[in-house]
């Protein structure tokens, strides 16, 4: 099946005594990108985006295009609750050249009604200007609060004719996600949940953006591609989903690179240990010799 989006991985953002290391980020990404990935995401909510400064984001960003990822490759995560910070991140990644934003609403003053989420997407918008293009909008209200209605979407689809490419659903619904598939059929609709991949892409989902793919880009391709769920996959996702999700994915990163700084998160996240990820990491031996650790 041809999908117009494919498969990024949600990736994950490795620290070294409290800062991003670069360098293992760019292998990681590279790695990914290796195995059939189409692109890479950047600072989403497996990427702890919220815990990393604009100005850090940035930075980094510009160095990764700088040693080699073309920027068209890389998809750049917004999660700001401020227009100025929002509007900025989206212009920057834009001007770098950035294959598409991932834009998630405010997620401070909730519950927020449509009218006001509509007028905060609408200000940074405005403020972005001529060069606004390719947002991805950010679906995910068990971490925002903030759900996205399809009023809303329609609505800012008609405002900013051309902007939106598409709609991440992390919502873990799918049937909300087969609605947003039949209800906006010519944007991109990308499952934040593997463990129903396949099904969503055989109603039309263009692909995924997920935390998975840092672990067994493969597998994760192979869901879209067959239109086929994996229940390797779904056993794999509910086991994550009883623990923290972002720690237990970079503990499984980290299992896999054969790396313990992968399993480092940022705090207010915990770092797991060995012990809370040991059935996680044997439910990875289904899927044959995943290790590709870089040296």
Request: glycine share 8%; with cysteine; charged share 20%.
């Amino acid at each position: 099946m041809s999908l117009s989006f494919g498969i990024s991985p949600a990736l994950v953002t490795p620290f070294l005594d409290g800062k991003v290391d670069v360098h293992r980020l760019i292998k990681h990404a590279k790695d990914c990108l290796s195995r059939g990935c189409r692109t890479a995401t950047l600072f989403g909510t497996t990427g702890e985006g919220p815990s990393v400064g604009a100005m850090e984001r940035d930075r980094i960003a510009s160095e990764i295009i700088h040693l080699g990822i073309p920027a068209d490759r890389l998809v750049e995560g917004v999660l700001a609750c401020s227009p100025e910070e929002a509007a900025y991140s989206t212009s920057r990644a834009l001007r770098r050249g950035a294959h598409a934003v991932l834009l998630a609403p405010p997620f401070y003053f909730r519950p927020a009604p449509d009218e006001a989420v509509f007028a905060w997407y609408a200000t940074v918008f405005d403020m972005v200007g001529s060069n606004l293009r390719d947002i991805l909008l950010y679906h995910i209200p068990g971490m925002t609060g903030v759900p996205l209605s399809h009023a809303v979407i329609a609505r800012l689809r008609e405002h900013f004719p051309g902007a939106i490419r598409g709609v991440k659903d992390s919502a873990g619904d799918p049937e909300a996600t087969f609605s947003l598939i039949e209800a906006f059929p010519e944007l991109d609709i990308l499952v934040g949940d593997e463990s129903y991949l396949g099904r969503a892409c055989a109603a039309g989902a263009a692909g995924s953006i997920c935390g998975v793919a840092n672990i067994v880009p493969e597998a994760v391709i192979a869901l879209a591609e067959n239109s086929r769920d994996d229940p390797r996959i779904v056993e794999l996702v509910q086991e994550i989903g009883r623990h923290s999700i972002v720690p237990m994915v970079k503990a499984l990163t980290a299992h896999v690179r054969q790396d313990p700084v992968w399993a480092v998160a940022r705090p207010p996240l915990p770092t797991l240990d060995e012990r809370s990820s040991a059935r996680a990491v044997s439910l990875l031996e289904p899927f044959g010799s995943v290790i590709k650790a870089i040296a």
